[in-house]
Every structure is written in C-alpha cells, then in structure tokens.
C-alpha cells in the first residue's frame, strides 16, 4: 500500500491509457462501461492520495499545491461522468445512434482524454505540457463527431481547425519561452522545465516574455473559451454526445486555463516583464459579456448551456487576472463550483434530449410534470449556475464582485451587468423549460440519477458551509498565484 500511495502519480498518468487498450479489444457494452467506471474511479482515488504523498519533482513530472486541486477536480468529475455515461450511451445504442464499434472507440477516447487531461496538469516541461494538451484536443475532436452525421462532422471540424490554430499560437508562445531562456539556463531540456524556468525566469529578456504571453494567453485562451476565440465551443457541446459536453465544460477548459495560470507566475515573477492581469481581464469581461447577451438568442439547450460556460470562464479568467489572495480564492471556487454545476446540467440536459427526442428549447416544455426529477434538478442546476443563494457559485461570484469593487470599481460594471444579463437570460429560459403544461414524450428515461444529485448536493453545501481545510487549502493556492 505504501508503495502504491508513493507511485500514485504515475497510476494517474499509466491507468487511463492501460485501460484504453483494454477498453479497445473488450466486446459488449456493458463489460466496458463498467471498466471505463471502475478505471476512472480508482485514477480519483489515486488523485485524492496526492493530499497524503506528493511525490518529488523532476524534469517531466511536478506535484504541487496548485495541480492537485486540478486533478482531484479533473478526476472525479470525469468519474461521475462516467456514471452518467453508462446509462446514456446505453440508451444512444438501444435507440440506434450509436453502433457497438462507436461505443469501442467511445470508451477507448474516454480514457485517453483522461490521461491527456492529467498528463497537462502534472507536466513539469511546458513542451510536454503543450503535447498532453493537443492529445486531449484531438481525442474531444474525434468523440465530437462520432454520430458521423453531416452536422457532428462539421463541429468537428470546426473545432479541430480552430483548436489547430489555437494550439498553434501556444506552440509559439512556447517557443519563445524556451527563447527567452536560453541565454540564462543554456540550451537543453533545462529551457523547458517549469520549476528551473521559475527560478531564472527574473533575468529573461522581458521583451520576449511578452510576445509569449500575448500567443499563449490567445492559444490556450481558444482552449478555455474565451470570446472572440470561441466559436468552436458552442458546436461541439451541441453536436457531441452530452457526456462529453459535461467533459469539455467541466474540464478541458479548466486543464488550458492551468496552463495560462501556469505562464501568468512566470510573468510575475519577472520584474520588467508586463502584467499579465489587463490582458486576462479584457478577455474575462469580453467573455462574460458577450456570452450573456448571446444566451438570449440561443435556441438549442445544449448550445445555450455552451455559452453559459464561455460566461463562467470569462468570470474565472477575470478573477485570475484581477489577481490578489481573495480574487485568486474566489476564481479556485468558482472554478471548481462551475465544473460540478455545469456538468450537473448537462447529466440533466442530455437524459431530458433523450425523454424529448429534440435539443430544441421551443419543443421542450413542463418537465417538473412531465419528468420530476430531471426537471427539478434542471432547476437547482440552472438556480445554481445563475448565482442564486445558498449556492456555491452565488458566493464565488459575491467574491468576484466584491474584490472588483473594493480594487477597481470601474471594472465592476460591466462585470455586474454581465451577471445580470446572463440571470435575466437564464431565468427566463427556465420558465419555459421547467413549468407549464408539458410538450412531447412523458416516457420516463432509465437512468441514474446519482451523479446529479452528488454534484448539485456538493455544490448547495458550498453555499452553505466550506470545510475549513478546502478554505486553508483554497487560500494557500491563492496566495501561490499572487
């Protein structure tokens, strides 16, 4: 046991792509889809042993205080996940829309989108970094258009060739790091390991450091979703099978805004380089607002749900930018509330697509008659993600919105206007969702609604009480990012 314990790092990086090889040849849905649970249970239990053991750094692989909370939050939401995956794709084959070989390379994808997703946030080589995250790229890519209809292939391609470029702006903006680095720590795999990089990063040219944050703030920046680098998102939630929509919010966007994270205490630490906080509050409030406004718009469940993300990480990556312990503490929190709240959503939204046979929000109506508990946990879910009280998300966001005003009020407008409009937005759809007489089939969906209740019980207990370790943690972190 002490062995395992100390080697968990590596059982967090090596038993997702095991387990792909093994999910790659096993026949018969229901044999893979409790491995693919069983796997990414244990790579969640192997990530929660992180709090006891860290094990030492090195030139590929870093542990600190600041990842663990990323791969705790990454692993158990990909095990919930898939819980609520189990059930679902069950359905998406019984119903024919999915084939026994899609659901081979479904469950395959899905542990290597795990692995890549942790690799990212345990890599200690910003190139390393880079790869881990243009595999997850890749995989989201492939699971996206894997209905094969004409509208799923052309998400997917929309998303491959706008992730293409983004990663290729971080590509750059990798490149010029390991530039601006060579003078000082000499050539060599030492220009790419974060912790030497840290160290020395003070006597880099700040000139080159930043024309590398503008191109890896703009690369992983498509990544997080942040507007007007977006456009990509909004298609793949609505196209993609709902398992991976929760994935891609819950997920892969906060695995790129590490990485901005990451490149943000490297411009810190340099004392001529430029502040990283304007740029991350320009794309933050961008984000937020134009996200809120465009909700009003939206027709499809999944793709207004699309842009309630890009609203979240416009307000997380602004926190992130305004910088200082209580913002850093309110964006870790909200942070980790939208990725339990928005993946809640989608476990609801895609059982209610399957129950209604359409995404369309005018053809959906009534589900607290038609389907008690996905429409009532639609509610919660939607009450939560707008900021309602006693919620997590309603005191991250009073955070947010306090620290902005006691720092630079003049930044609190759009901010406060943004939140609203996006209420409004949200409120408004609900109505009609939840409420009045209902439309369509009343058939109920067989399904688990386990990961539901878990993730908006998790998420109503924040606003009410916060473990005072999670707090400590919380606050070291934030005090780690400055």
Known sequence: MTALIENNVYLILFLPPATAVVLMMLPGYL????????????TFLAAVSLFVAKPASGNYLLVDDLNIVFVVLNTFVAFTTSVFSASYIAHELETGHLSELHLRFYHTLYQVLLGAMNLALVANNIGLMWVAIEVATLTTVLMVGIYRTDRALEAAWKYFILGSVGIALALFGTILIYMAARPVVGEGL??????????????????????????????YGTKVGLAPLHAWL?????????????????????????????????????PLAMAPGPLMETLGLLSLVFAAFMLYRRQDIKRM??????????????????GGPLANFAGLLHMTMHSLTKSAIFFAVGQIAQAKGTQKIDDIRGLTLSHPVLGWGLVLGVVAIAGMPPTGVFMSEFLVAGSTIARAPLLAVPLVIGLLVAFGALMWRLHGLAFGEPTGSTTPVAASSLPLVTHLGLVLLAGIWLPPPLVAWFQHVAAMLH
Do not use: C, Q
């Open 305 to 322: 749900f699309a842009y309630s993300s890009i609203e979240h990480m416009g307000i997380i990556t602004f926190a992130f930018g305004m």
């Open 31 to 42: 044999l893979s889809a409790r491995l693919n649970m069983a796997s990414s249970f244990l």
């Open 234 to 270: 909004p298609d793949a939630h609505a196209e993609g099978p709902t398992p991976i929509s929760a994935v891609l919010s819950g997920l892969l966007l906060n695995v790129a805004l590490y990485a901005v994270l990451r490149f943000k205490l490297l411009m810190a630490a340099n």
């Open 190 to 219: 030492n220009g790419m390991v974060w912790t030497v990089l840290i160290v020395h990063v003070a006597k880099f040219d700040p000139a080159l450091l930043d024309l590398a944050f503008v191109f890896l703030l703009l690369g």
